[in-house]
Structure formats: C-alpha cells, structure tokens
C-alpha cells in the first residue's frame, strides 16, 4: 500500500468523521432554542426530498428525468403509505424500476 | 400464564430491517465503488481501507476519480472534503434527540452517520422509535454491507449481471422514497420535501449536486420551518398524525425508553 494513498485515505477518514461527530456531540451538551430544534426537525424531509430528486435525474443531461425512475415512484410510495414496511416498499421499487428500464430502454 | 415475549426490543427489529434496506442499495454501489477504484490503480486493500475509513459514498468515488487524474494530496482531500460538509446538519438535527446517551456512544453512532443512516434516523425520529440500538443495528448492516460489496467490486468485479445492476442502481432512491413518505404528516413536511427537491435538481442542473445537497437540507429546512410557524393548526395536526402513526407503526417513544432499559 502506498503511503501516501494511506495518508489521504486517513485524512479524508478523520476530516469526515469530524464533520459527522462534532455537530452531534457538540450540541447535545447545549440547549438550543426552540425555534433552531423546530427547524432542524424540517432538516430530514428536505434531505430526503433532495436525495430522491438527485437518484432521479439522469446525469449530463441538464434537467433530465429518468422515466423508468418516475414511473417507479409511484409503486415504491403507494406501498410505503400502505405497509410502512421498508424492505418490502423498496424491493418493489427495485423491481419497478427493473422492469420499466427494461422496458423503456 | 403470560405470553412468552422474545426480548428482541423494537427499537432493534426495526433497526435491522432498515439496515437490511440500506444494504440492498449499498451493496451494487460498493460493488461499483470497488471497480472502480481498481480501475483508478487502487489496490483492493486500498479500496477497502477507504470503504472502512472514510464511508461516503460520492467522495469515495470523486477520490478514485481525482487519483485516476494524478490530483495532489491536497486537491484531492478538500474536494472528497467539500462533498461531505453537509453531514454537518445531520448531526446538529439529530443532536436534540440523543442528549441522553453517552458520549462515547454518540462519538461511535457519529461514524457511521451516512445520507442513508441520517434518513433512516430522520424518519425514524419522526415515526418515533429513534434511539441508540435503531441508529447502532442499522449502521451495523449498512456498513458492514458498503465494506463487504467493496470488497467484492475490487475482487470479482463484473461478476453481477448487468440487469441485475440496473434494477439496483435504483435501491436507494427507492429506499429514500420509502423513507420519506411516513415522515410526511404535516403540510409544511411536504413543502420542505418538494423545495429540498427543487433545490437539488437546480444544483444538479449547475453542476454542483453535493453542495446542492446541503443547500437544499438547509433551504428546504427553512421554507417547512417557516410555512410550520405561520400555519396555526399545522402543528397540532401534525402531533395528532404522529401519535397515529406510533399506534398503526405499534411503536412508541415510551416503549423505546422501555426497551433500552
């Protein structure tokens, strides 16, 4: 192993926990405000809706969609809203979504 | 005679089936992850140290990347860096929620604090069975998951077949959508969605999706906040949607303090 890939691998390794560390570690010990706790409360969905957002478009094509991704979404939320079982819903979202690329090419 | 109840706690069940989720997306990605740190000259061990030790996806593969192109030490570092800032705001919106653990454990379960696990943590909060052993179980799997298709992307390569690849290349979408739609009980829930979609469609569409990533949590975060505080009922609706949900989810706050104790 080369050491200065050891290196980089290391420092990006540490550099990236601390980013994921401090803010948690950090902030527990101090009582924020409740105006900061009800807007971090927000902070999940509009990850969650930007990380759909990004798994949906198709890359370098400016603002592309995958068809085969949008027509998979439909199945994907209507099993999540009716099971709330996680594994199930994205398994059919895989299987939708294998199916339409298949399809649409 | 009472009912034989296993001591398995929700809390952990629940745990392990979202960490069996994340690890249906992560696998194919790691698998791709390995090939192509291969292909950027990385050694399999070298591939692998990097899923061990820096465990982020989309800097894992701009480091490949950078490496296949000859970058410094130095450009290489602040840019798989600058990808991942914005796992600064997971921790801060899941830091009011873990005040009560160790700290060695809050530094542990902050390894492992992926866009997936965060998600994960978020809707968990959200549907109201967070705590340690839900956070512990699905990093557990997740990682182990992500290390191990790394492992077999640096080893085996192309050994999966390439329908198999494209259904699965879609899993954490998938995964993300699953997530994300018991989470939505409010109004202003939908409205940080859509505008965190938004956002991160408009940063893909100027070429900087990472930080689009992190502008987003925080735009998104900021119009649900704000549409939250003017809407008057929102907030009481939404407390009465979550106490449904803990009943049809038959999961509980109370009975995951119950179980950790």
Same mark, same amino acid.
């Given at each position: 192993m080369h050491g200065d890939i050891l290196a980089l691998l290391l420092v990006v390794g540490l550099g990236t926990y601390l980013l994921r560390c401090l803010p948690l570690v950090g902030l527990t010990r101090r009582r924020l405000s409740p105006g900061i706790e009800g807007w971090l409360r927000y902070v999940g969905p509009a990850v969650l809706g930007a990380?759909?957002?990004?798994?949906?478009?198709?890359?370098?094509?400016?603002?592309?969609f995958s068809a085969?991704?949008?027509?998979?979404?439909?199945?994907?939320?209507a099993v999540a809203r009716l099971t709330r079982n996680l594994p199930f819903a994205t398994l059919v979202g895989v299987v939708a979504y294998g199916v339409l690329h298949a399809w649409l090419g | 005679?009472?009912? !034989?109840?296993?001591?398995?706690?929700? %809390?952990?069940?629940?745990?392990?089936?979202?960490?069996?989720?994340? &690890? $249906?997306?992560y696998f194919p990605v790691a698998v791709a992850f390995g090939l192509a740190a291969r292909q950027a000259g990385l050694s399999a061990a070298e591939a692998a140290l990097c899923s061990l030790v820096v465990y982020a996806g989309a800097s894992q !593969?701009?480091?490949?990347?950078?490496? %296949?192109?000859?970058?410094?030490f130095v450009a290489a570092?602040?840019? &798989? $860096?600058?990808?991942?800032?914005?796992?600064v705001l997971f921790g801060a919106s899941l830091a009011p929620h873990a005040r009560r653990w160790p700290r060695w454990q809050q530094a542990v379960l902050a390894f492992g604090l992926t866009d997936e696990a965060f998600a994960a943590a978020s809707s968990a909060v959200h549907r109201g069975f967070f705590g340690r052993r839900f956070l512990g179980w699905t990093q557990a799997v997740s990682y182990a998951s992500w290390v191990l298709g790394t492992l077999v992307g640096a080893y085996f390569q192309q050994s999966l077949p390439a329908a198999a690849r494209d259904a699965l290349s879609f899993a954490l979408t998938a995964l993300f959508v699953a997530l994300l739609i018991p989470a939505l009980k409010r109004r202003s829930d939908w409205v940080a969605a859509g505008v965190g979609a938004a956002v991160a469609a408009g940063a893909s569409y100027l070429g900087?999706?990472?930080?689009g990533l992190f502008a987003a949590g925080v735009v998104g975060a900021s119009a649900g906040w704000w549409l939250g505080r003017t809407a008057g009922k929102d907030g009481e609706a939404g407390e009465n949607a979550g106490r449904r949900d803990a009943r049809i989810t038959g999961c509980s706050h109370e009975r995951e303090v119950a179980a950790k104790s």
């Open positions: 990380l759909i957002a990004s798994g949906l478009l198709t890359p370098h094509h400016g603002l592309g085969a991704g949008l027509g998979a979404l439909l199945p994907t939320a | 005679m009472p009912a !034989f109840r296993p001591r398995v706690s929700v %809390a952990a069940r629940e745990g392990l089936r979202t960490g069996f989720s994340i &690890a $249906l997306g !593969f701009v480091l490949a990347g950078l490496l %296949a192109q000859g970058a410094t570092a602040a840019t &798989a $860096l600058l990808l991942n800032v914005r796992h900087s999706l990472s930080l």
